[in-house]
Nanobody, 125 residues
């Protein structure tokens, strides 16, 4: 059974940067497609970024494209989300997710079988 621990959140000012990490265990990391989602207070969970099993394909929500970068390190069983030029609208709880059923970079939450507990990101203006 896969287990994900996401961390690295914090409070930053607008324009700042943060890097989130998600350490995985209990699954074959190289067989997993991975994603990041976020949920702001009073809103539903929304897709942020995903990366394919091979790492060769990434996919981003329009709202974060060119500001966020997803990457994976198969040697460390870890997926990262580098967030630059942060905006107050990026304030949310961020969750990493993993699936071994899907090969590609998917934005559909239902494709993911394993989820972290989330890490809070707060961006002040």
């Amino acid at each position: 059974q896969g287990h994900l621990v996401d961390f690295g959140g914090g409070s930053v000012q607008a324009g700042g940067s943060l890097t989130l990490s998600c350490a995985t265990s209990g699954l074959t990391f190289s067989d997993a497609a991975l994603g990041w989602f976020r949920q702001a207070p009073g809103k539903g969970r929304e897709f942020v970024a995903s990366i394919s099993r091979s790492g060769g394909t990434t996919y981003y929500a329009d709202s974060v494209k060119a500001r966020f970068t997803i990457s994976r390190d198969n040697a460390k069983n870890t997926v990262y989300l580098r967030m630059d030029s942060l905006k107050p609208l990026d304030t949310a709880r961020y969750y990493c997710a993993a699936t071994t059923r899907i090969f590609g970079a998917t934005s559909y939450a239902g494709d993911y079988d394993y989820w972290g507990r989330g890490t809070q990101v707060t961006v002040s203006s």
